[in-house]
């Protein structure tokens, strides 16, 4: 049980484009879904929190304009990363929380960002 | 958050109890222990979690000291596919709090 699905695994695009990942919870109701980023050699480090419904809840220094958040249903978020330059190159990673807050979050595989 | 403190590295050998440590001096009443581990290249992985009690599941046991100062984490047959790293990581129960992930442990299990 708690599977969490991230896609797509890996991208590369050209930079200025957009590129929207998805993460699913697959068998139980994400009432709160989070997003980080991991650069090489480093720690994660939370982006947003989401709850369905209702507009992410960005960390400090996380452009809300650039990295838009949609939890539209219980089951799903997306990171669309807009106008995505190299810096924006990274290892995006989504989490799902069902239940009250001591439940643990579950993880997806994370999703492999590159960008030319 | 409480702050933790882990080791940065450590080895086990195959076959052999791994035993991880933990120090959470300043946690709270109302905050968890949590254990995640990330093998490389892919999400971090739920492990067990805890208030006071000792915990264990079909991965692993959870010791949490009486005074709630430290934990440690306890891989009872460690396999070569449990080398990653671990994280440490105490959060409060409620609302939307976050984990904060630290630096963890890299545990590298030896043949």
């Known amino acids: 049980g708690a599977v969490v699905s991230q896609h797509p695994s890996w991208v590369i695009c050209k930079s200025g484009t957009s590129v929207k990942i998805e993460c699913r919870s697959l068998d139980f109701q994400a009432t709160t879904m989070f997003w980080y980023r991991q650069f090489p050699k480093q720690s994660l480090m939370l982006m947003a929190t989401?709850?369905?419904?209702?507009?992410?809840?960005?960390e400090q220094g996380v452009e809300k304009d650039k990295f838009l958040i949609n939890h539209a249903s219980l089951t799903l978020s997306t990171l669309t990363v807009t106008s995505a330059h190299p810096e924006d190159s990274s290892f995006y990673i989504c989490?799902?929380?069902?239940?009250?807050?001591?439940?643990?979050?579950?993880f997806g595989d994370g999703t492999r960002l590159s960008i030319l | 958050d409480a702050k933790t403190t882990q080791p940065t590295s450590m080895d086990c050998a195959e076959g052999r109890a791994a035993n991880l440590p933990c120090n959470h001096s300043t946690i709270s009443g109302n905050e968890y222990v949590y254990w995640y581990r990330q093998i490389h290249s892919q999400g971090p992985q739920y492990i067990i979690h805890g208030l006071k009690n000792n915990e264990t599941n079909e991965m692993a046991s959870l010791i949490i000291t009486e005074d709630r100062k430290s934990s440690t984490l306890i891989l009872p047959h460690a396999t070569l596919r449990d080398t990653a790293v671990y994280y440490c990581i105490v959060r409060a129960n409620f609302g939307n709090e976050k984990l904060t992930f630290g630096t963890g442990t890299r545990l590298t299990i030896i043949p």
């Open positions: 989490s799902a929380r069902g239940g009250t807050g001591m439940q643990p979050q579950h």
């Open positions: 989401s709850n369905e419904g209702s507009k992410a809840t960005y």
